[in-house]
């Protein structure tokens, strides 16, 4: 049971990290892509959401 709560822990602390990330990087933007053509803009921080 520790351990799976420790493992608990470290994925919250994933996604916060994420979260974080996603929010910090939501205006820098990259180019979407779809069957290797060009398609809608996106962002690294869609990219962190994901």
Do not use: C
């Not at 520790?2 to 929010?23: C, H, P, S, W």
């Not at 939501?26 to 892509?33: A, D, E, I, S």
């Not at 069957?35 to 996106?42: D, E, K, L, N, T």
């Amino acid at each position: 049971m520790d351990e799976i709560r420790k493992i608990g822990g470290l994925t919250d602390q994933l996604f916060q990290l994420l979260i974080r990330l996603a929010n910090q990087h939501k205006n820098v933007l990259l180019t979407g892509y779809t069957h290797f053509q060009i398609a809608m803009p996106s962002s690294f921080g869609l990219w962190f959401g994901a």
